[in-house]
Structure formats: C-alpha cells, structure tokens
C-alpha cells in the first residue's frame, strides 16, 4: 500500500497531509490532477451502466428488482472501474 501512495505522490495524483493531533497519522487529499482523473474515471463508469443498461431488454429491465440491477451493475462498474485505474496508471 505505502508504494502505491508513494507512486501517487510522485505522479501527482495525491499529497498527504500530517495530523497535528498524531504525528504518526497522514490524511490522503486528491490534487487538482488526481480529481481530473477521479472524474475521467466517474464519467467512464457512468458510460459503462449506461451502455449495460442499454443493452437489457425491457423484459429483463421488468423482471430485474431494482436490488439485483443495482447489485450486478455495481460490480461490473467497479470491475470497469477498477481496469480504467490499472491502464491509467500504466500509462502514466
């Protein structure tokens, strides 16, 4: 974990803050280019639910409760997610 905070750091992505009260504890704060790509990541999740949403049949949209939709469109948004960090980071 601390190399993956190290890299970020180095990529300026994040920077850490240390607290007054703890000298041993940092609060982690997205700079202005990491929340440029919190949002690239957020807008390309949103795409992603749209296009899985798309692609239901309105009888499967009718028969879905609304919890297993939002159950199997989380996890592959978070799947999607999860690949658009790993070849953003790669390419940094």
Do not use: C, P
């Not at 280019?33 to 009718?62: H, T």
């Amino acid at each position: 974990m601390s190399r993956i905070i190290q890299r970020f750091e180095d990529e300026n992505i994040i920077f850490k803050k240390q607290s007054k009260e703890d000298k041993r504890q940092y609060s982690l704060f997205l700079t202005q280019d990491g929340e440029n790509i919190y949002k690239g990541l957020v807008e390309k999740a949103r795409r992603g639910v749209d296009n899985m949403i798309q692609s239901l049949s309105k009888n499967d949209l009718s028969t879905l409760t609304v919890s297993d939709l939002k159950n199997k469109l989380h996890q592959k948004t978070l799947y999607a997610s999860w690949m658009s960090t790993i070849r953003l980071t790669s390419s940094l």
